[in-house]
């Protein structure tokens, strides 16, 4: 075969210039974009601890077109998609989408609902156990314990669920140790929410002998 003549190299060269650039110009745009989702949803768990759930939907339906803006970006770069940082943005997504059905309305959402990649999904998911640690401490310090339960109990749903995908860090992305911290969180937040139903209980006692030797 022979060598490729000088003038065909030079055009070669070119149309190689000319794809990394759409590639490049594609990643910079996409990791803006991954940037913007994550401050949204960082925003929206902060607008739900401090009990304002419309803010919070809002600022998560941003974050999901982010997202779908990235999906058609990275179309025809998928090395670029599976760089690591647009899985940042869906886990962060899918913790903030979680958490706001969770404290919404009582239920933890399906990977298909969430619309992310699976490992993004349990990875989110297990973060969002934490930031129900959070709301239970919110109930807690608010006086209403009893509250708490029930997101106990989601707590220990995700924790029985994550420990289901024992698989190699390859495949689930640090799952792993997110299983390992929500345990650890169900196990503080009993302990917690035990010690501050029983100090209700005190209290309830201490105000009842009080009117009994009032009366």
């Not at 060598?3 to 000319?18: H, I, K, N, T, V």
């Amino acid at each position: 075969m022979s060598p490729l003549p000088f003038s065909s190299l030079g055009d070669l060269a070119q149309s190689m210039l000319a794809s990394m650039e759409d590639k490049d110009r594609a990643r910079e745009e996409a990791l803006r974009l991954s940037r913007q989702a994550v401050r949204s949803c960082s925003k929206a768990i902060r607008s739900l601890h401090r009990g304002n759930p419309a803010d919070s939907d809002r600022l998560i339906k941003e974050a999901r077109e982010s997202l779908d803006s990235i999906e058609e970006i990275l179309a025809d770069h998928q090395d670029v998609r599976h760089a690591g940082f647009v899985d940042d943005a869906e886990q962060e997504y899918a913790e903030a989408r979680n958490l706001l059905a969770m404290i919404v309305s009582q239920k933890i959402l399906s990977p298909a609902e969430t619309g992310v990649e699976l490992a993004n999904y349990l990875a989110g998911l297990g973060d969002a156990s934490g930031e129900l640690r959070r709301h239970i401490l919110n109930l807690i310090r608010g006086g209403r314990p009893e509250e708490g339960l029930g997101y106990l109990e989601m707590m220990e749903e995700i924790y029985h669920l994550l420990m289901l995908f024992d698989y190699p860090d390859a495949i689930t992305r640090g799952l792993r140790r997110k299983s390992d911290l929500a345990r650890s969180m169900v196990e503080r937040t009993e302990g917690d929410l035990t010690a501050a139903l029983e100090m209700r209980k005190v209290a309830a006692s201490m105000r009842r002998l009080e009117d009994k030797l009032k009366g």
